[in-house]
């Protein structure tokens, strides 16, 4: 669990109690996920390199820091990873956002990729994967894969609750992987639901249930 970081902030346990409480309505669930997602962006960018430039403010010259390289990727597992793009490219701007679309085969459980869309020089960026549940772990397993396979040296998972059984899926796979969590839940459910959890992300983001 050395590379899991449960962030544990009371802002983002305020917000995410505020995600899992059933009458949360779907544009309050909205607002939660890209807040808690800006809280996780700050945590997990904590070790970025800043380099000091000079400036001059309107009463001096200074020196001041800023991020050597301010635009990392955010690549959103669909569909409700796209909850979580807003709040990462409100914190980076000059971001590129990537797409990747699974669904999982109803014989073989196998995650099986329907759209994937990246930016062409990934290969040279920071990437940060947004999926909101890790709950089996398949899906986002797959989607490192990917990114590896597209050459991106850096990538850090970004997830709002996580079950014991998809952190331990996907730290078989990808030891080297950096997790930051919003909370590690209890379990998994017969349905592959995150217990306690807040239900399925994707349709308490785009009210679908
Ligand atoms: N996906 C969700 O949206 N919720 C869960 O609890 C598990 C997977």
Redesign the pocket.
Known sequence: MENVVVVNHPLVRHKLTLCRKKETENWQFRDLVEEITALLIYEATKDMETVEIDIVTPVAAAKGDVVKNPNPVFVAVLR?GLGMVSGALRLFPYARAGHIGLYRDHDTHVPVEYYCNLPPNIDELDCFLLE??L??GGSATYAVDMLKKAGVKKIKLLSL?A?PEGIKRITASHPDLKIYLGALDEK?NEN????P????????LFGTA
Do not use: H
Request: net charge negative.
């Open positions: 409700a909101p549940m709950a089996t609750i079950a998994l592959a639901y995150i217990v959890g807040l239900g399925d992300a994707g349709d308490r």
